[in-house]
């Protein structure tokens, strides 16, 4: 069994070494295939989501039901967010309550800095995206996912294609596996590329690169933080017809490679409906994945409050 790790957060995986990285992907794998997991007899955890969620926040769910965990129920719509209670107070708030762990997802980006600087909440955050920063554990069953496919990382060729600039998949995914060793390049609308991302690979045409990748990442749309005049713009046949994975570049994948995306999935725009869950599709299984990466994550945090002052990550 892999050495469980432990973590008094879970906010960013750029925060972690290469190590714990690979210890909680192979965690996963092994929660996958069975392993009894390490977890004290009674915790208390709450779901903050204050942007609409389904697989994240469902999978969230599935993971601390399967590691025996009682969920206390949050809904922004009934909670006293609707008097103007901030984060920080409804943090402070369950915290003072004894819950052990509280997952948020929020649009502000690092909003968790004050919530684990503070002296008096106790809660162990995990951070479920924040804005357009970052997506820990989707990176993580991502990466796992392609793990779990080549074992390995170093000499892959991956294409993220997509709305880049508004993607904190994006940001995560590309951060992790440049440091691993993997090619990447930039598919998608220039005006959603964000030069920033020139350290970390290439912006190149779809057509150009179909061929030679070993995995086709494809990213939602975000309609939700487009302005008016982006999505006036848009057109779901014309960015499919440019940007997305239509049949004919399907096809043109090599035999060994796979499609990813994280979803919900705009079907026929990032990619054409009947792919989502063709032979190279992935999509699926990285859904599988995130429980067992999320169980993972939970675990390494449960331990870390089992022997406090372990490593914030």
């Known amino acids: 069994m892999t050495k469980i790790l432990r973590l008094k957060h879970f906010l960013s995986v750029e925060r972690l070494s290469n190590q714990e990285i690979f210890t909680l992907i192979q965690r996963g ?3 996958k295939k069975g392993e009894q997991p390490m977890i004290p007899s009674s915790w208390f955890v709450s779901n903050l989501f204050f942007e609409n ?10 993971a601390e039901e399967r590691l025996n965990g ?16 901030s984060l920080y107070d409804t943090v402070l ?21 004050p919530l684990i600087e503070s002296k008096t909440i106790q809660t162990s955050i995990i951070n479920g995206g924040d804005g357009t920063g970052q997506h820990p554990s989707q990176c993580l069953l991502d990466l796992m996912t392609i793990y779990e496919e080549f074992h390995r990382f170093k000499d892959l060729t991956i294409a993220i294609c997509g709305d880049l600039r508004h993607s904190r998949v994006a940001r995560s ?3 992790m596996l440049k440091r691993f060793g993997a090619t990447l390049y930039f598919c998608g609308p220039k005006e959603w590329y964000d030069p920033q991302f ?9 057509d150009d690169v179909i061929s030679k990748v070993d995995v086709c990442m494809l990213l939602r749309v975000q ?33 060994h490679a796979i499609v990813m995306h994280p979803a919900p999935v705009n079907r026929d725009a990032e990619i054409a409906d009947e792919l989502v869950e063709a032979p190279k599709s992935r999509i699926v299984e990285a859904m599988k ?22 490593k914030v990550c």
């Open 53 to 62: 969620s389904t697989r994240t926040h469902k999978s969230f769910e599935v």
């Open 93 to 113: 708030t369950l915290s003072a309550l004894g819950i052990d762990i509280c997952v948020i997802r929020h649009s502000e980006e690092n909003y968790y800095y």
């Open 198 to 206: 020139d350290i970390y690979g290439s912006y190149a045409d779809i």
């Open 173 to 175: 995914n590309m951060m």
């Open 289 to 310: 994945n995130g429980v067992y990466v999320r169980m993972a994550i939970l675990e390494a945090i449960l331990a870390a409050r089992d022997k406090e002052g372990e």
């Open 29 to 31: 794998i092994e929660l």
């Open 223 to 255: 309609h939700e933080r487009h302005t008016e005049e982006e999505e006036a713009s848009f057109s779901k046949e014309d960015y499919h017809r440019q940007f997305g994975l239509t049949k004919e570049r399907y096809q043109k994948l090599q035999p």
């Open 70 to 85: 009682t969920i206390i129920p949050f809904e922004t719509s009934t909670s006293s967010v609707q008097k103007g209670e």
